[in-house]
């Protein structure tokens, strides 16, 4: 039973269109995060919500939209794709906000061409 | 947000210790130690982490300077899945992990 699942697990896309990954937990866990991991493989946070509020979000272009229907699942929109989104991004969670042990999931790798 | 200093890569033999070191000269009162890895392909695990003493896990030790200011991960016998990104991270209780380059341990069997 996987504890943290993406959607789609891999995504290729045309610059311009607009695209969604999904995210969702079954750890209970109170706050979930999105991270972008680019090509030089730096892992940087981008947004965490916390009971489905939000309480980090990093200097993100606003075609990038986080929604979180409730604690269990954040998903990440992104319009308007461009080359520079190609990466992977990975959402994980963690009991509380900031709190040690966050779990990742195994990534979405989005291809923008 | 805390600096860290790891090396860009190690080596190891399996079934060997190996101890993976971290430098973080400035870190602050508050910041724990905390280290994640990254296997091929993988988002990152969670590994273990510290405020000021030593820790031991099921997958690994943690040892801490007393000064705080360096601190190593100790893999007991290392294993061939245990060929990953290390990082070593400094965060306060709430606030956000911000991951460094970590080092790549390749384990030669």
Not at chain 2, 12 to 32: A, F, K, M, Q, R
Not at chain 2, 56 to 78: F, G, P, Q, V, Y
């Amino acid at each position: 039973d996987t504890a943290v699942s993406q959607t789609p697990k891999y995504l290729v896309t045309q610059m311009g269109n607009d695209k969604s990954i999904k995210c969702e937990q079954n750890l209970g866990h109170d706050t979930m995060y999105w991270y972008k991991q680019d090509s030089k493989k730096f892992l940087k946070i981008m947004f965490s919500y916390n009971n489905k509020e939000l309480i980090i979000n990093e200097t993100v272009p606003n075609r990038f939209s986080p929604k979180s229907p409730d604690k269990a699942h954040l998903n990440l929109h992104i319009n308007s794709l461009e080359l520079g989104d190609s990466a992977v991004y990975f959402c994980a969670s963690s009991r509380s906000h900031g709190l040690p042990g966050y779990t990742f999931g195994s990534g979405t790798r989005l291809t923008v061409v | 947000d805390a600096k860290t200093t790891q090396p860009n890569s190690m080596e190891s033999n399996e079934e060997e210790p190996v101890h993976l070191p971290c430098n973080h000269s400035t870190i602050s009162g508050t910041d724990y130690i905390h280290w994640y890895r990254q296997l091929p392909s993988q988002g990152p695990e969670y590994v273990i982490h510290g405020l000021t003493s030593n820790v031991n896990n099921r997958m690994a030790s943690l040892a801490i300077a007393e000064d705080r200011k360096s601190s190593t991960l100790i893999l007991h016998r290392a294993t061939l899945r245990d060929a990953a990104v290390y990082y070593c991270i400094l965060g306060e209780y709430g606030n956000k992990l911000v991951f460094g380059a970590g080092t790549i341990l390749r384990v030669k069997s």
